[in-house]
């Protein structure tokens, strides 16, 4: 898997190559949902009252602003994702 953000990563994904791209998932216990951010991907800000929910607008989202990044209009490819849950230190 070649990381978002890297030099060339655009290309990688035009190619086929699996991009990974890490989330951040944190609980907001008042508003009784869990939001889903990622610091490689901006504009990728997601609120879900499940994470079944939240897993599947990180899909949407991402595959929206990863298109408008990487493909041109006459690509017509969708990405596809795999999900790596991983525990941060101190969690």
């Given at each position: 898997?070649?990381?978002i953000?890297?030099?060339?990563?655009?290309?990688?994904?035009?190619?086929?190559?699996?991009?990974?791209?890490?989330v951040?998932?944190?609980?907001?216990?008042?508003?009784?949902?869990?939001?889903?951010?990622s610091?490689?991907?901006?504009?990728?800000?997601?609120?879900?009252?499940?994470?079944?929910?939240?897993?599947?607008?990180?899909?949407?989202?991402?595959?929206?602003?990863?298109?408008?990044?990487?493909?041109?209009?006459?690509t017509?490819?969708?990405?596809?994702?795999?999900?790596?849950?991983?525990?941060?230190?101190?969690s």
């Amino acid at each position: 898997m070649y990381p978002i953000g890297h030099p060339l990563w655009k290309l990688a994904a035009r190619c086929g190559i699996t991009i990974r791209i890490p989330v951040n998932v944190e609980r907001d216990t008042q508003a009784q949902v869990y939001i889903a951010t990622s610091p490689k991907l901006p504009g990728l800000v997601v609120e879900a009252s499940s994470l079944d929910e939240l897993r599947a607008e990180v899909i949407d989202v991402a595959s929206m602003l990863i298109s408008e990044q990487v493909h041109s209009q006459r690509t017509s490819t969708n990405p596809e994702f795999k999900f790596s849950e991983q525990a941060m230190a101190g969690s």
